[in-house]
């Protein structure tokens, strides 16, 4: 009878230990997606940087970059004592001077005294993947944001939960985003993991919304571009284009045109132009010093145009040292590191603080 009675109160322990065990996943009705101006019901993928309307618009690579879900970041609070994640990405994509954990990898960070604080990043393996990002935590509600792919697009994404938890989005970001259009670098290459890419970065420092539509080779100044960003209501604009612009020529044609077609729906709201960063080569490289000085004098030229004509709100900031003189921060001698992010980041935050476009 002993034996019959142990198995019983045995048992259910047993059953509830499987139950427990188990994860729940919850997909895009449990989280916000941040990092866009386009509603989801505009795109083919909520995960997609453009509309579907603009597939026959723009020219094709600027299509097929736009299926990367750089800048993207979904937010959500849960109590679970532990988080996982499935996600499926679009290519699996591979670069060699790029790690695969920034390419198509997501990283966790969790909001602590109002601030972002890194936790783990989900490392990929292929087209599918599934991650346990942390666990053993005190079971109370906590704010978590996860940063998607910076090179590759996302299909879907899951929240894995402890089935005892509840998951809920959180409160949407009442600020006014950043908007970037620029190049590979403003993509987020070459960061080791998601988060630190300089747009992302920055939208952490500053909690706020910041909107990356950085196309590696392909940030040209180009119209259908900048029609769908000046719809945005931004607080300001950061243009950092000049390293695709290939020549000095294109620069001159394309740049007020550019500013223009913003002010045409966003009259009021701050632009930035960047000058063309310095790569560590241009100190020795005679060819590579000049034409960066060309390209730099075309900027400026139409800058001090515009200004000349009465133009309010438009900036230009010089980059001469923006990863420091030690010449490290880069990959190539071109794309950055995460140390070259941190420091450009915090370049960018501080000439945006001295024009007192920060709050």
Not at 106 to 119: A, F, G
Not at 270 to 291: A, C, E, G, H
């Given at each position: 009878?002993k034996y019959?009675?142990?198995?019983f109160?045995?048992?259910?322990?047993?059953?509830?230990?499987?139950?427990?065990?188990?994860?729940?996943?919850?997909?895009?009705?449990?989280?916000?997606?941040?990092?866009t101006?386009?509603?989801a019901?505009?795109?083919?993928?909520?995960?997609?940087?453009?509309?579907?309307?603009?597939?026959?618009?723009v020219?094709?690579?600027?299509?097929?970059?736009?299926?990367?879900s750089?800048?993207?970041?979904i937010?959500?609070?849960?109590?679970?004592?532990?988080?996982?994640?499935?996600?499926?990405?679009?290519?699996?994509?591979?670069?060699?001077?790029?790690p695969?954990t920034?390419?198509?990898?997501?990283?966790?960070?969790?909001?602590?005294?109002?601030?972002?604080?890194?936790?783990?990043?989900?490392?990929?393996?292929?087209?599918?993947?599934?991650?346990?990002?942390?666990?053993?935590?005190?079971k109370?509600?906590k704010?978590?944001?996860?940063?998607?792919?910076?090179?590759?697009?996302?299909?879907?994404?899951e929240?894995?939960?402890?089935?005892l938890?509840?998951?809920?989005?959180?409160?949407?970001?009442?600020?006014?985003p950043?908007?970037?259009?620029g190049?590979?670098?403003?993509?987020?290459g070459?960061?080791?993991?998601?988060?630190?890419?300089?747009?992302?970065?920055?939208?952490?420092?500053?909690?706020?919304?910041?909107v990356?539509?950085?196309f590696?080779?392909?940030?040209?100044?180009?119209?259908?571009?900048?029609?769908?960003?000046?719809?945005?209501?931004?607080?300001?604009?950061?243009?950092?284009?000049?390293?695709?612009?290939?020549?000095?020529?294109n620069?001159?044609?394309?740049?007020?045109?550019?500013?223009?077609?913003?002010?045409?729906?966003?009259?009021?709201?701050?632009i930035?132009?960047?000058?063309?960063?310095?790569?560590?080569?241009?100190?020795?490289n005679?060819?590579?010093?000049?034409?960066?000085?060309?390209?730099?004098?075309?900027?400026?030229?139409?800058?001090?145009?515009?200004?000349?004509?009465?133009?309010?709100?438009?900036?230009?900031?010089?980059?001469?040292?923006?990863i420091?003189?030690?010449n490290?921060?880069t990959v190539d001698?071109?794309?950055?590191?995460?140390?070259?992010?941190?420091?450009?980041a915090?370049f960018?935050?501080?000439?945006?603080?001295?024009?007192?476009?920060?709050?």
């Amino acid at each position: 009878m002993k034996y019959f009675l142990s198995v019983f109160l045995f048992t259910p322990a047993v059953l509830f230990s499987q139950i427990n065990k188990e994860t729940f996943y919850y997909g895009k009705d449990y989280f916000i997606i941040e990092g866009t101006i386009i509603p989801a019901s505009e795109k083919e993928s909520p995960y997609d940087r453009l509309p579907a309307s603009y597939k026959d618009i723009v020219r094709k690579p600027v299509w097929d970059l736009s299926k990367s879900s750089a800048g993207l970041a979904i937010r959500f609070v849960t109590d679970s004592p532990y988080i996982k994640v499935k996600w499926e990405v679009l290519n699996n994509s591979s670069m060699n001077h790029m790690p695969d954990t920034g390419i198509k990898g997501v990283d966790l960070y969790y909001k602590n005294n109002n601030e972002w604080q890194y936790i783990n990043t989900g490392r990929p393996k292929g087209f599918k993947n599934q991650y346990t990002l942390i666990e053993n935590m005190s079971k109370e509600m906590k704010e978590f944001k996860i940063f998607l792919p910076l090179y590759d697009g996302v299909k879907n994404i899951e929240i894995g939960i402890d089935p005892l938890s509840s998951i809920e989005k959180a409160k949407k970001n009442k600020k006014q985003p950043i908007v970037f259009y620029g190049t590979s670098i403003t993509q987020g290459g070459c960061a080791s993991r998601p988060g630190m890419a300089h747009t992302n970065i920055i939208s952490r420092k500053l909690d706020l919304d910041v909107v990356n539509f950085g196309f590696s080779g392909n940030g040209r100044m180009e119209q259908p571009i900048a029609e769908l960003i000046s719809n945005a209501d931004a607080k300001l604009y950061i243009i950092e284009c000049l390293p695709n612009m290939i020549s000095p020529e294109n620069i001159t044609k394309r740049t007020i045109p550019l500013v223009n077609t913003i002010r045409k729906n966003n009259p009021t709201a701050p632009i930035v132009l960047i000058d063309l960063f310095k790569t560590p080569k241009s100190i020795l490289n005679d060819n590579s010093k000049r034409k960066s000085k060309a390209m730099d004098d075309a900027l400026k030229t139409e800058f001090e145009k515009m200004i000349g004509l009465g133009y309010k709100n438009l900036y230009y900031v010089e980059t001469p040292k923006i990863i420091d003189s030690d010449n490290e921060g880069t990959v190539d001698a071109i794309h950055f590191t995460d140390l070259g992010f941190l420091r450009y980041a915090d370049f960018l935050i501080d000439s945006l603080s001295k024009l007192d476009l920060l709050d």
